[in-house]
């Protein structure tokens, strides 16, 4: 058989809408049950009983967590716009035409290959480096800050939920976690 321009501009009468043609027409659309899935999902997202959010931080280790997140957001946010647009550039531009003969096959272009290997990595390196300095000044946690010493935290959970309770005694940092089937103490 031989490959002619108008079989890929014609595709229903070659290839996989030759074979779907044969399928019964009431079948369900498939994106129908991911979308029934999703939806509480989506739903539980936009309750106002439980304000937390990642944009809106309150303390200080949350702001360094918010400093890191919008140069990162920005990056991934300028890469997938020029990605984006490079694609629709290249799908309008050199989109086939009625007569246009088969292109040329050809292998790569190395210089091009190698260029788009080394700025994702570029980019990756410079987000790697800002997120361990941030996660490196949120492992040193400060002894003693404007709002006083550490608190202690007592945590005492079970199966059904649990609670936090703040003791007043002046003990060193501790945490304790309770569960009905094993209980442990560790020390700071």
Not at 88 to 110: C, K, M
Not at 122 to 127: D, E, F, M, P
Not at 145 to 160: D, E, H, K, R
Request: proline share 10%; with cysteine; charged share 10%.
């Amino acid at each position: 058989m031989q490959v002619t321009t108008s079989m890929f501009l014609h595709p229903r009468r070659f290839g996989r809408h030759a074979r779907d043609a044969k399928r019964p027409t009431h079948a369900r659309p498939i994106w129908l049950l991911p979308a029934a899935a999703a939806l509480p999902v989506l739903l539980a997202a936009c309750t106002t009983g439980n304000p937390q959010s990642t944009l809106d931080p309150k303390g200080p280790y949350a702001q360094q967590v918010f400093n890191l997140f919008w140069p990162v957001m920005l990056a991934a946010l300028v890469v997938f716009v020029a990605v984006e647009a490079l694609i629709v550039y290249s799908v309008w531009r050199f989109r086939g035409r009625e007569g246009d003969p088969l292109p040329a096959q050809i292998h790569g272009n190395t210089t091009l290959e190698i260029t788009w290997t080394i700025i994702p990595a570029i980019i990756l390196i410079v987000i790697l480096l800002f997120t361990f300095s941030t996660q490196a000044t949120l492992a040193n946690p400060p002894a003693a800050g404007a709002n006083g010493p550490p608190i202690n935290v007592l945590v005492n959970a079970t199966s059904g939920g649990g609670s936090f309770n703040t003791p007043t005694s002046a003990s060193p940092p501790r945490t304790n976690c309770t569960s009905r089937s094993v209980s442990r103490s560790t020390s700071s």
